[in-house]
T-cell receptor, first 113, second 111 residues
Framework: NAGVTQTPKFQVLKTGQSMTLQCAQD?????MSWYRQDPGMGLRLIHY???????DQGEVPNGYNVSRSTTEDFPLRLLSAAPSQTSVYFC????????????FGQGTRLTVV | GESVGLHLPTLSVQEGDNSIINCAYS??????FIWYKQESGKGPQFIID?????DKRQGQRVTVLLNKTVKHLSLQIAATQPGDSAVYFC??????????FGTGTRLKVLA
């Protein structure tokens, strides 16, 4: 029972590079989301999806793209990495039967130099 | 704007004592409140939630109290154990599936 799986766990990028953070869940949850966690700040919502083919912006969407072609996968793309995107990124999924009990992945620690 | 804040960045308690972690929120329209636990190097883990029409909710060794008058939320952990050492943060709903998260209180359990 894997839950929410994020890859990679660690990544170092150079400014201007692009990459995709992977997120997969095996719980058949409709709702998935991406957050970033920075020191001294609470989790901030980047993008979310309420089902396959449906995505929307959260609080801090600039510089990130998402797509949801399947229920299981919700990748986050960094288009042109900037040092301000250095952060820990968490993916989460929530069942449609609960609006509160989110299951989080282990996180991806991204450093942009 | 909307905010969620925790009162103390760090809380140290003796093993076996009760812990109380406090949180304040600003949005009086928030309908759901959640407490999460985050251990070092891991993702947040759901502990307990409470809806705005409730004052108290109990789980296994945890109790959440909600005071809507002063927009205050607390998490009580009974008989604190070493495994409870973690960062705890609260979240308040600002829409369906959308939450504002607090910054976290680090709970240290002293042997």
């Amino acid at each position: 029972n894997a839950g929410v799986t994020q890859t990679p766990k660690f990544q170092v990028l150079k400014t201007g590079q692009s990459m995709t953070l992977q997120c997969a869940q095996d719980m058949n949850h409709e709702y998935m989301s991406w957050y970033r966690q920075d020191p001294g700040m609470g989790l901030r919502l980047i993008h979310y999806s309420v089902g396959a083919g449906i995505t929307d912006q959260g609080e801090v969407p600039n510089g990130y793209n998402v797509s949801r072609s399947t229920t299981e996968d919700f990748p986050l793309r960094l288009l042109s990495a900037a040092p301000s995107q250095t952060s820990v990124y968490f993916c989460a999924s929530t069942s449609g039967g609960s609006v509160t009990e989110a299951f989080f992945g282990q996180g991806t620690r991204l450093t942009v130099v | 704007g909307e905010s969620v804040g925790l009162h103390l960045p760090t809380l140290s308690v003796q093993e076996g004592d009760n812990s109380i972690i406090n949180c304040a929120y600003s949005n009086s329209a928030s309908d759901y409140f959640i407490w999460y636990k985050q251990e070092s190097g891991k993702g947040p883990q759901f502990i307990i939630d409470i809806r705005s029409n409730m004052d108290k909710r109990q789980g296994q060794r945890v109790t959440v109290l909600l005071n809507k008058t002063v927009k205050h939320l607390s998490l009580q952990i009974a008989a604190t154990q070493p495994g409870d050492s973690a960062v705890y943060f609260c979240a308040a709903s600002v829409g369906t599936y959308k939450y504002i998260f607090g910054t976290g209180t680090r709970l240290k359990v002293l042997a």
